[in-house]
């Protein structure tokens, strides 16, 4: 059994890998008995001299350690790990990062895009639920982790900007993006805001929330 060294360096194997939706894979690895995280932390993952970052999107009793990644168009992991035999060891360190939740100060809201939902799965996961969670996709077959996610939080909204015809006016689908919700239809208030996803979800979320919401919080984990 692998352990976690002073550094908190390990290393692990791939135990199954499966498309959560097109374009999104989930990754399982074995977990040290001895690696313990937050829900909402990451780890660094070496592979032949680069690394990257992924967040854990399993809860932190799980046997093992998931992510979600998204196939990046020329992307060297992602690319990679799409190939990776099951068995392959990787060399991880961590955990790492501090976008964690931060408990019931005010009304949580949490903002993702994309793959930007890992961190609030792994919180769904450690037992928040008291949240509003915006999730911006590409399509509504990328809504991954959507049925967990309505089952737990207070409030799910899928945010889709270019709706297929087929999809208009079904379900609770807000047909805009997440910028545009913070905009036009969260009331006004003091919140805890946690942003996940693409600089420019947040760029634009920030400068709603500074305008809009003066006194909230604001948490943000920027992928790219
Ligand atoms: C703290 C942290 C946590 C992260 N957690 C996750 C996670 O849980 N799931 C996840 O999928 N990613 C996550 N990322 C992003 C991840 O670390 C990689 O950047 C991403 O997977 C691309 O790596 P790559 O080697 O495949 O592509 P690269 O070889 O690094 O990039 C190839 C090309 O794609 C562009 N690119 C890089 N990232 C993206 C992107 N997200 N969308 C579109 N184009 C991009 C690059 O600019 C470059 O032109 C996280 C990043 C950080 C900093």
Redesign the pocket.
């Known amino acids: 059994m692998e352990r976690v060294d002073d550094r908190g360096r390990f290393s692990a194997r791939l135990v199954a890998r499966r498309w959560l939706a097109p374009g999104i894979l989930e990754v399982r690895l074995t977990r040290p008995a001895d690696f313990a995280f937050m829900p909402g932390q990451?780890l660094r993952i070496g592979m032949g001299g680069y690394q990257?970052?992924?967040?854990m999107v399993s809860g932190p009793d799980a046997d093992t350690i998931d992510?979600?990644?998204?196939l990046?168009?020329?992307?060297?992991?992602?690319?990679e790990i799409l190939k990776a035999g099951i068995g392959t060891a990787f060399q991880l360190t961590g955990p790492h990062?501090h976008f964690i939740f931060q408990g019931p100060v005010n009304p949580a809201v949490f903002v993702a895009t994309?793959?930007g939902v890992?961190p609030f799965v792994a919180f769904c996961r450690g037992g928040v639920e008291a949240a509003l969670l915006l999730h911006g996709a590409g399509s509504p077959d990328r809504l991954i982790y959507r049925d967990l996610l309505e089952a737990v939080l207070h409030r799910y909204v899928p945010c889709i900007s270019r709706l297929p015809g087929d999809h208009a006016g079904q379900g609770n689908i807000y047909p805009h993006r997440v910028s545009r919700y913070l905009e036009q239809q969260l009331r006004p208030g003091t919140y805890d805001f946690y942003l996940c996803g693409?600089r420019s979800m947040i760029r634009d979320a920030t400068a709603i929330i500074d305008d809009r919401f003066g006194h909230s919080r604001i948490f943000i984990?920027?992928?790219?």
């Open positions: 990451f990257r970052d992924y967040t992510f979600c990644i998204a990046v168009e020329k992307g060297r992991f992602s690319s990062g994309g793959t890992a693409r984990e920027t992928y790219d």
